[in-house]
């Protein structure tokens, strides 16, 4: 199974493909979003994602207690206040897109609505990420689905049913690339709670890419994930933490981005494939197995002792496995120390 995004195959085979998720770290500057697009760039990322909403697309202005959030990170927001404060302009968009085509990634987005989707394909967004608040909103996967464009799906806190309802709307609909994030939506998610094994379950339940949409600090869980299968890895990015955003405590910083980039790579290319032939780079040190060699002259008939032949470094001679055959036998010539054992020198 493979997908393709931009021109850029993602799947077995492939590096883990990198997504820096913009969100609202742009903390509502234009220029500071161009600048993370840039940065996301020079860092090695694949990807740039946007979340394209609006208030209005995502709730009502409503002071009731159940628009109201209590705990967590953004405790005591009203929804509204929340994702107008967080949301990226329809306007900017445009600007965006062109810019991240200018630094050499690809940009595209999470849309909310339908009205969100017409944006982006107005736009040419070559693929979609469905959040994993939305996973059970059948209606919009089914009409992003219908752009035929890669999609990409979170799970967090969505059961095998919820998961399986999902993957069956977009691919009824007509998505043929289809990829699933293992998540865990807290934000910040705690490290022990990743259970990155879900990622090759994921895989056989569903038959589809799988990768991680990551929201604990710091990149060990990412890391982690690609040795279990991840084809794709999305993280929150900011310019700073101490600047602050809805984001930002759970995004990475531009050092950050870079190393979990290389390193994702790295990862990747050690994991290589199973098999047990011996590597090229093993050759030359074949010589440093043990084999037999012997440490006594010996004259031409003499019977080999065990005090005659030891097994020792380098590898030059008979393989230690035949020990027990030499001994008792009688040379065919003079040995002197240090002369490897073979079969030409035993009777």
């Known amino acids: ?19 820096a998720e913009l969100s609202g770290n742009h903390n509502g500057s234009l220029q500071r979003a161009l600048d993370t697009i840039t940065a996301a760039a020079k860092c090695g990322a694949d990807a740039i994602k946007l979340q394209t909403y609006t208030a209005d697309t995502m709730t009502i202005p409503c ?21 107008q404060w967080a949301h990226t302009p329809y306007e900017w968009h445009e600007t965006l897109f062109r810019h991240a085509r200018q630094a050499g990634i690809t940009c595209f987005s999470t849309p909310f609505d339908e009205s969100a989707v017409d944006l ?29 464009k890669p999609m990409i799906l979170s799970t967090g806190m969505a059961n095998p049913d919820e998961i399986h309802e999902a993957v069956a709307t977009a691919r009824d609909a007509g998505c043929q690339e289809l990829i699933l994030l293992h998540c865990v939506s807290a934000y910040p998610a705690p490290l022990a709670e990743a259970n990155l094994m879900t990622i090759p379950d ?6 589809t890419l799988t990768g991680l949409s990551d929201h604990t600090e710091g990149i060990s869980a990412a890391t982690a994930a690609i040795a279990l299968g991840a084809c794709a890895i999305e ?20 050092a950050e981005l ?30 440093f197995r043990r084999s037999l060699y012997f440490v006594r002259e010996l004259a031409v008939g003499q019977k080999i002792t065990e005090a005659d032949v030891r097994r020792i470094r380098p590898g030059y001679g008979l393989a230690p496995k035949h020990y027990d055959a ?17 079969w030409e020198l035993i009777q």
């Open 326 to 342: 030499v001994i008792g036998k009688t040379v065919t010539r003079h040995v002197t120390p240090g002369t490897a054992v073979t």
């Open 235 to 254: 993280k929150h990015f900011t310019l700073s933490r101490a600047d602050k955003g809805p984001d930002s405590e759970f995004s990475l910083e531009p």
């Open 120 to 148: 982006l394909e107005s736009l040419g967004a070559p693929a979609y990420k469905i959040a994993s608040f939305e996973v059970t909103d059948l209606p919009l996967i089914r009409y992003v689905a219908r752009t035929r």
């Open 63 to 83: 002071q009731h207690d159940d628009f109201l959030i209590h705990g967590g990170l953004w405790d005591g927001y009203n929804l509204y206040d929340l994702y």
């Open 258 to 287: 870079t190393t979990l980039c290389r390193t994702a790579r790295e990862v990747w290319q050690a994991i290589g494939v199973a098999g047990y032939n011996r590597q090229p780079s093993e050759s030359a040190n074949l010589k």
């Open 202 to 207: 994921m895989a056989q339940r569903f038959g």
């Open 1 to 19: 199974m493979l997908s393709n995004i931009d021109g850029k195959t993602i799947g077995h085979g492939h590096p883990p493909y990198i997504i």
